[in-house]
């Protein structure tokens, strides 16, 4: 007969793996799944400045591979594939891969995460991978010495522009309106560097390109100012979304609660869903703060809720 996993989780980021750690050292038998990308948004992050026990940054990769490390340690199970549907009506629980595979746990973390969003221009498909990216690490080497704009105005912006002006000729940050939502020491190391510069109050509002051995690529864009409507050409050699994100929330439509936004919603300061012996923690449940190490914060406290709760209900 197929196991029923004390818990599964799905998601391998800070979060799901930091939940993992918790509950299989409680002696759990633990499922994790790590879905499309393993290690989650840290395996597309440069330097992590900010995560405890690391005074000299750590690459986000290399972090991601140290804490999964820790949950293989201690037992957790780590399949390398996707949940594309659950059944959350009974208990066990059921969760259904890509490949119509099911698999069963009393309890139930979810740690899915969030996606980078897109400007959402019909052209943006054309481009993508050919000038447009939403990853300046993964694809920043590709515009040594050209010249690149950023869009976004937040801490995600920023990071990637430092990143990228140390390889492009030239970053512009193009962001719609006058205010930033980065925090002050990004915006003043951005503002500081000389290959970095800003137009403000503007959109990208088409894409422009022309076929290049053999192959559509980006040649600029046509921006606009949205307080005069002016558009301006613009003569770029790659586009760097850094808008924000979109939770992967997807298959839980209809079964867990959501805000607006689509992040889940849990109860108080747990990581208590609407549905008894089901978990929610990380950045698939937290729009405002994001970071890896709260990420990894709400992991522990949902390693601790799917425990108790376990040792309650079991
Ligand atoms: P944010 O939501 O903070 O910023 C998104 C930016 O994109 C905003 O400037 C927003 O403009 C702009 N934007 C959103 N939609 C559009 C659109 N359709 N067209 C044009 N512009 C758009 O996202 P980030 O990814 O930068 O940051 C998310 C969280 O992660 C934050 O809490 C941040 O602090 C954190 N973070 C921390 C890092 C670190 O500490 N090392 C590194 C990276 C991120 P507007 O302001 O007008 O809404």
Redesign the pocket.
């Known amino acids: 007969m197929a196991t029923t996993y004390d818990v599964i989780i799905l998601g391998s980021g800070p979060a799901g793996l930091t939940s993992a750690i918790y509950t299989s050292r409680a002696n759990l038998n633990v499922l994790l799944f790590e879905g499309m990308q393993p290690g989650g948004q840290l395996t597309i992050t440069n330097d992590?400045?900010?995560f405890p026990s690391h005074p000299d940054g750590i690459a986000g990769p290399v972090l991601m591979d140290e804490i999964k490390k820790q949950a293989l340690k201690f037992g957790t199970t780590i399949l390398t594939e996707t949940i594309d549907s659950v059944d959350f009506s009974k208990r066990p629980f059921t969760v259904i891969n890509q490949d119509g595979v099911s698999y069963t746990a009393k309890s139930i973390i979810v740690s899915t995460g969030a996606t980078a969003?897109t400007?959402e221009i019909p052209s943006e498909k054309t481009y993508w991978g050919a000038g447009i990216s939403s990853c300046a690490t993964c694809d920043g080497f590709f515009y040594r010495n050209k010249d690149v704009i950023v869009?976004?105005?937040?801490?995600?912006?920023m990071?990637d522009s430092l990143y990228l002006a140390n390889l492009a000729k030239s970053v512009t940050i193009v962001?719609?309106?006058q205010?930033?939502?980065?925090?002050k020491i990004m915006i003043d190391r951005a503002k500081a560097h000389p290959k970095i510069s800003f137009i403000l109050d503007s959109?990208i509002e088409e894409y422009v390109g022309e076929i290049q051995n053999n192959v559509q690529s980006l040649i600029g864009v046509k921006l606009k100012n949205v307080l005069t409507g002016e558009i301006t050409d613009k003569t770029i050699d790659g586009v760097f979304l850094?808008?924000?994100?979109t939770p992967n929330t997807n298959i839980f439509k209809g079964i867990l609660d959501m805000n607006e936004e689509g992040y889940l919603i849990t109860k108080d300061k747990s990581s208590y869903t609407n549905i008894e012996g089901v978990f929610a923690c990380g950045d698939v449940q937290d729009p405002?703060?994001?970071?890896a190490i709260s990420a990894a914060g709400s992991g522990c406290i949902a390693g601790i809720d799917a425990e108790r709760w376990l040792g309650a209900n079991n």
């Open positions: 992590v400045e900010n969003k400007l869009v976004g105005a937040g801490d995600t912006a990071e962001h719609r309106r205010g930033f939502r980065a925090s959109v850094a808008i924000g994100h405002t703060y994001k970071q």
